[in-house]
């Protein structure tokens, strides 16, 4: 289990809390509950947390064959995702992701940046062969 429960609980994630440059992810799972508490009202497009990467905000990034197995909870400040928290502030660090999946449950964070996939950010459409859980 991963926890950041401080009133800094910002970039949080199962395998990397932060990527600042350019980052892949390839073949990585998170079997662990992850979970931050930051309840700042204006962070929730840059402090996240997820199964594979809390943030990452200026640089693309790219998962290929992740997953996530593990319970996600954030608070009102954090932007939550199954597999990453923020993936990228705009269409120049665009997330990418292919063959990925998250399973756990998703909880809290900010009611508009929560998602199985990516909480916050952009995705390229590149991005193929990914699932989640749908509720029925």
Not at 23 to 28: E, L, P, S
Not at 108 to 112: K, R, T
Not at 120 to 123: K, L, S
């Given at each position: 289990t991963v926890?950041?429960?401080s009133s800094y609980g910002y970039h949080i994630g199962g395998i990397a809390g932060y990527a600042y440059y350019a980052?892949?992810?390839?073949?990585?799972?998170?079997?662990g509950n992850v979970s931050a508490n930051c309840s700042a009202s204006y962070s929730q497009t840059t402090y996240g947390v997820g199964g594979i990467l809390g943030s990452g905000v200026y640089a693309a990034r790219n998962f290929t064959n992740c997953y996530n197995l593990g319970n996600i909870t954030?608070?009102?400040?954090?932007?939550?995702?199954?597999?990453?928290g923020?993936?990228?502030s705009s269409a120049s660090y665009q997330a990418t992701l292919k063959n990925s999946y998250s399973n756990g449950t998703i909880s809290?964070?900010?009611?508009?940046y929560k998602s199985d996939l990516v909480g916050?950010?952009?995705?390229n459409?590149?991005?193929?062969n990914n699932?989640?859980?749908v509720l029925l």
């Open positions: 926890s950041g429960s980052a892949d992810f390839i073949n990585c799972y998170n079997k954030g608070g009102t400040g954090n932007s939550v995702g199954g597999i990453v923020v993936g990228g809290g964070g900010y009611s508009y916050y950010g952009y995705v459409s590149a991005s193929s699932y989640y859980p």
